[in-house]
């Protein structure tokens, strides 16, 4: 049983104006789609949901199960997309996916560094530089962690860390065409220069991919 629950309706109507209408009143317009099944356009209640996406990390990344009152089954599903307020950073709008434990799935999972306060590069002066705050992933949608812990309490200065030198959990794999740059434990006047040189090498690889 999922741990996130959400209560929602039927949505009869689409379009802008209606949809306005809708988080006037207080409610927050959705879709679910995918699994062989038609889209089902559905209202949730904005203050029960948005609370919990501003509030816990984990909501984005775990499988949710969703009840719409006039449906029969059972949602089970991934948040796939938001749309949110340019201006006051509010949801809008929620695309949900639907899936089943074993399905393969390809999601961003947040990365979180621990022990930094044991570091022995951060204790001789240096700056950790997180260059990815986020890894997309491909691993079973039963199996989506939280996040990617990477423990520096070993890392010395100057030390860069990249992909392929991180544990990844038994059948995750991520989505990448370099080995590129995670973090970097370096004199605080180099560590913008890594994050600049990674960013360019992430930029060049992308554009030979659409040549390609």
Same mark, same amino acid.
């Given at each position: 049983?999922?741990?996130?629950?959400?209560?929602? &309706? =039927?949505? /009869?109507?689409?379009?802008?104006?209606?949809?306005?209408? +809708?988080?006037?009143?207080?409610? =927050?317009?959705? !879709?679910?789609?995918?699994?062989? $099944?038609?889209?089902?356009?559905?209202?949730?209640?904005?203050?029960?949901?948005? $609370?919990?996406? +501003?509030? %816990? /990390?984990?909501?984005?990344?775990?499988?949710?199960?969703?009840?719409?009152?006039?449906?029969?089954?059972?949602?089970?599903?991934? +948040?796939?997309?938001?749309?949110?307020?340019?201006?006051?950073?509010?949801?809008?709008?929620?695309?949900?996916?639907?899936?089943?434990?074993?399905?393969?799935?390809?999601?961003?999972?947040?990365?979180?560094?621990?022990?930094?306060? %044991?570091? #022995?590069?951060?204790?001789?002066?240096?700056?950790?530089?997180? !260059?990815?705050? &986020?890894?997309?992933?491909?691993?079973?949608?039963?199996? @989506? #962690?939280?996040? !990617?812990?990477?423990?520096?309490?070993?890392?010395? =200065?100057?030390?860069?860390?990249? @992909?392929?030198?991180?544990?990844?959990? %038994?059948?995750? &794999?991520?989505?990448?065409?370099?080995?590129?740059?995670? +973090?970097? @434990?370096? /004199?605080?006047?180099?560590?913008?220069?890594?994050?600049?040189? %990674?960013?360019?090498?992430?930029?060049?690889?992308?554009?030979?991919?659409?040549?390609?």
């Amino acid at each position: 049983m999922s741990e996130y629950i959400l209560e929602a &309706e =039927l949505r /009869e109507n689409t379009g802008k104006a209606h949809t306005r209408r +809708l988080r006037r009143a207080g409610k =927050l317009p959705g !879709i679910i789609y995918g699994g062989d $099944k038609p889209d089902l356009p559905i209202i949730l209640d904005y203050n029960a949901t948005a $609370k919990i996406m +501003l509030r %816990d /990390e984990a909501f984005y990344t775990s499988m949710l199960e969703i009840n719409v009152k006039g449906s029969r089954g059972k949602n089970t599903v991934l +948040l796939k997309d938001t749309q949110w307020d340019p201006i006051y950073d509010t949801p809008t709008h929620v695309d949900f996916f639907r899936v089943s434990g074993s399905d393969s799935v390809t999601v961003s999972v947040p990365v979180h560094t621990i022990n930094v306060e %044991d570091c #022995p590069g951060v204790k001789a002066g240096g700056q950790l530089s997180v !260059i990815r705050h &986020e890894l997309e992933v491909t691993c079973r949608a039963d199996a @989506i #962690p939280d996040n !990617i812990e990477i423990d520096c309490a070993a890392f010395e =200065l100057d030390q860069i860390v990249h @992909i392929d030198d991180i544990q990844l959990p %038994d059948g995750m &794999e991520v989505i990448r065409d370099v080995n590129f740059t995670v +973090l970097s @434990i370096v /004199e605080p006047k180099r560590a913008a220069e890594t994050e600049t040189t %990674d960013d360019a090498v992430a930029t060049d690889s992308s554009e030979d991919s659409k040549e390609a």
